[in-house]
DNA sequence: CGAAAAGGGTTGCATTAAAAAACCAAATAA
DNA sequence: TTATTTGGTTTTTTAATGCAACCCTTTTCG
């Protein structure tokens, strides 16, 4: 049966599952941070069958996660690039690839650096407003009236 | 044909889809987090189907993220609670959320504040060692020995 | 006490999505 | 000109999803 959508539920996380939340395209996002922006490179690199990257590239240019850009002179060559949304996915994929490092040691022998001192970028955090670190225990999830809905944690 | 693995891509974020990145987990995960427990209360607050729940959940036990406890004097009640290694996501979920939210508006009622102030939490960055936020523009990616590899962005 | 409901699943079946490979057309390269 | 690259689409097989029905054990209620 068809996948369910989970646009019902007025959830955010949902939503963005929505978007990006499949299997491959978080995979595809990260290679395009990485430079990745022609067809053949990403399907060489992920090693994806080629319909389904036809049909994942699709829908992140349909969501305004990528563009499809025609670089060719006189005829068809396309590149994908990221879009700002795109772009801005960068806090989540970090945030993933550090989760991923903390518990499951390190997969892939490449570090993230700060380009401009070389040196690797800090674990990302949930803060509060004036920048004390968070965990899930010290945060409360309330409605728009501020009343608090449920206990996290 | 059996769902590509993504063991063999050496990547983290590869590693961490296997785990929790197909369409149910995460919103189980974010569940657990708002207080759900209970198998039942998994079920009908996210309408998700029983076997699927099953599935779900006992991937997530054998990963590490979450464990199921016999909480019942005589017989079997159980509860499905975060591990540590679970709640460590709680920063993939509100970068996520809060992605969402930039993008696509509020989609739900609920805000995440700071349980002991009631301010809301900040965004969630990438930030340098000394403190400053970065975007995908200003970092790259080095391989062991510190060689560029690709440009990110 | 007995009946009914709730909790935590499992099983079967229809539908759909994924993977792999073959095929295709336009544009380059040799 | 012929071969190859690029960016796809089509076809076929296999696995996953969703739904509903069923099951067994505990609680709860009359």
Redesign the pocket.
Known sequence: ????RFDDLDCSIACALNEVG???SLLVIKQAMLGTR????FQQSL??????L??R??RLVENGVMT?VNV?????????RLTEKGRDLFTVIVALRQWSERWNGSKDTMQLVERASGAPVAQVEVRSADGSALSVREVLFVGENGEPLERAG
Chains 1, 2 share one sequence.
Do not use: F, Q
């Open positions: 049966m068809t996948r369910k499949d299997w491959w022609r067809y053949v490179d090693g994806i069958a080629k319909n389904i036809c049909d590239l699709s499809r060719a002179e006189h005829g068809t060559r396309y590149e994908y």
